[in-house]
């Protein structure tokens, strides 16, 4: 296993042991006891080969389908998430399909590419990307949505499709889709108000940006060093979810933050070898382009998540309400997010054991130059 990643992973789940302790001491044990499923999660995948992924990639990801179609007639959600529908609910339980199908198309568009590889197979893969999406945003959840469109951009780039295509494909989609826009926002009106800076509470018109102040306000009463998880100074909705950036600016000061923002650093480039690594590869099996594909993919599902919430912190992004992988409290994305970090550690091992003999031990964060 890759030790950096490893470290990666480790420093992510003990912020956010500290995030909800501030936030919400009464959650500490759960949140606990699922960090360390998450972990052992991590641990099983990591052994596993990047084919067996591949192999079985369509299945799991008609079997996201299916539960995103659940969502739409038994799912359930809370009073604060407008009357949509997001979660499945076993017993107690409850869980995020949309979190599974975005690791879904993932394995799917990993196994497609690496079987019948990348030329005139782009309608193909639209229509895998548009479904998988459209039936996130239906729910509505235009945060991940937006999040799971890109990702699957960001798979065809991984695979070699060229920019050309992809931007025509971004072209006419937008086009044929714009008819429609009007018609959701007018269904779902609190999406503007987001956009626009205002959410509806009731008949009073709130500012949208109250919490967000107050998650400024938390971080910068952490300080450098923080206050340890004695409690948040002020309490918001989504103190321990989406907004746990503020608990572990609060606890742990901006070194907290630093090192947060290292660890989402070393995801990245620990992910971005395997393709450069792979690329040295001659000729590239199946397998191996498959497993640079995964890696890719698997990265930006865990990073491109943590951008868009770090940057709704930040008040540069409206709300979304997504949460911070590995850090925010909720099982579905924690384990979804740590089974990515798993896979990247299988592909990362399988690449290296195909390397020539020369390059079969370099460096974690160079790549020798040829």
């Known amino acids: 296993m890759s030790i950096q990643l490893l470290l990666a992973q480790v420093l992510l789940l003990v912020l956010g042991l500290l995030g909800v302790a501030a936030a919400r001491p009464d959650l500490i044990m759960d949140h606990g006891v699922k960090a360390l499923l998450a972990l052992g999660a991590t641990f099983i995948f990591a052994r596993m080969q990047p084919r067996t992924f591949m192999k079985h990639g369509t299945t799991f990801w008609l079997v996201t389908l299916v539960l995103l179609l659940l969502v739409l007639f038994i799912g359930v959600g809370t009073a604060e998430s407008e009357g949509t529908r997001r979660w499945l ?49 239906v729910e509505p959840d235009l945060g991940t949505s937006v999040l799971t469109f890109s990702l699957g951009i960001v798979l065809m780039f991984a695979a070699g499709v060229r920019i050309s295509n992809i931007a025509g494909f971004m072209l006419a989609l937008g086009l044929l889709s714009l008819p429609l826009i009007g018609r959701y926002l007018e269904t779902h009106p609190y999406i503007l108000e987001r956009f626009t800076g205002y959410v509806t509470h009731g008949d009073v018109p709130k500012p949208g940006m109250d919490q967000i102040d107050l998650v400024h306000r938390d ?47 070393l995801i990245v480039a620990t992910s971005l070898q395997v393709a450069q690594l792979a690329a040295r590869i001659r000729p590239m099996s199946p397998e191996i382009h498959g497993a640079s594909i995964l890696a890719t993919g698997c990265m930006y599902m865990v990073v491109g998540q943590a951008f868009v919430n770090l940057l709704v912190a930040a008040r540069i992004f409206p709300v979304t309400g997504v949460p911070l992988p590995l850090v925010s409290y909720g099982f579905s994305s924690m384990l979804t997010m740590s089974v990515a970090l798993g896979i990247i550690h299988s592909c990362m091992r399988t690449v290296r054991e195909q390397l020539p003999d020369e390059a079969a031990n370099p460096d974690l964060m160079a790549v020798p130059a040829d």
Do not use: C
Not at 92 to 100: H, V, Y
């Open 89 to 137: 609910k076993i017993g107690s339980q409850k869980f995020q399909p949309s979190e599974l199908a975005k690791l879904g198309l993932i394995l799917q568009l990993a196994s497609f590419f690496s079987r019948r590889g990348v030329q005139n197979k782009l309608l193909s893969a639209t229509a895998m990307i548009v479904v998988t999406t459209a039936l996130i945003i």
């Open 219 to 265: 971080l910068m009463y952490g300080g450098w060093w923080g206050h340890g998880p004695d409690g948040l100074r002020f309490q918001y909705f989504a103190a321990h979810t989406d907004m746990v950036v503020a608990a572990v600016g609060f606890s742990t000061g901006l070194l907290g933050v630093i090192m947060m923002l290292f660890a989402y650093w």
